[in-house]
């Protein structure tokens, strides 16, 4: 497997996001194929982190494409995020959840509550937490195998994506800007 190439990811947010669900995330020992995303779409999405504009916190976001926004919530919680578009436009697709491959030892180690393996990765900070990804991967080149990185096995996007508004969000919420492989047990929450 090889990493996507750049041009792969100069696409609007929106547009980029379903193509991502199958692609397979790689970090070290770790592959888990991609079940669900959701797209931001930068200074026009209120429920973007850009919306207000660039900070030090997404100054990733605002990178050109192909690279990697982590961001911390809650006080407790790293989520990555996939940087779509070009420099300057800062829209990127929250990896949601995904379904364990590879290095699941090393999954389990770093996430000793899940009861099962298809909960390693079943939600955004589940699935940070499980490939290892903190905040010093903010800003990490998705199209250099030195860090994590996306991959196509073949397998592709599903012709009929599941669709629903996104998840946990106060303003912007009504966007249905969310994106999961039907029918998948590792998705975060039922559509």
Do not use: Q
């Amino acid at each position: 497997m090889r990493p996507l190439p750049r041009r792969f990811y100069r696409l609007d947010s929106r547009e980029l996001a379903p193509l991502l669900l199958n692609k397979v995330l790689v970090l070290g020992p770790c592959r888990a194929r991609i079940v669900e995303v959701e797209a931001y779409g930068g200074t026009d999405d209120a429920g973007s982190h850009a919306f207000r504009g660039r900070t030090a916190r997404n100054a990733a976001m605002f990178a050109d494409a192909g690279h990697l926004y982590v961001y911390f919530t809650y006080g407790m919680h790293w989520c990555a995020n996939v940087v779509a578009g070009p420099a300057g436009d800062p829209g990127a697709v929250l990896l949601r959840a995904a379904a364990p491959v590879a290095g699941l030892d090393a999954m389990r180690a770093r996430r000793p509550t899940a009861r099962l393996d298809r909960d390693l990765c079943r939600g955004p900070a589940r699935l940070s937490a499980a490939f290892g990804i903190d905040g010093r991967l903010d800003g990490a080149d998705l199209v250099d195998r030195r860090g994590p990185w996306l991959a196509d096995d073949g397998t592709p996007p599903p012709s009929e994506p599941g669709v629903s508004r996104r998840i946990g969000l106060t303003r912007g919420a009504d966007h249905p800007w969310r994106w999961f492989v039907p029918g998948d047990p590792h998705r975060s929450r039922p559509g």
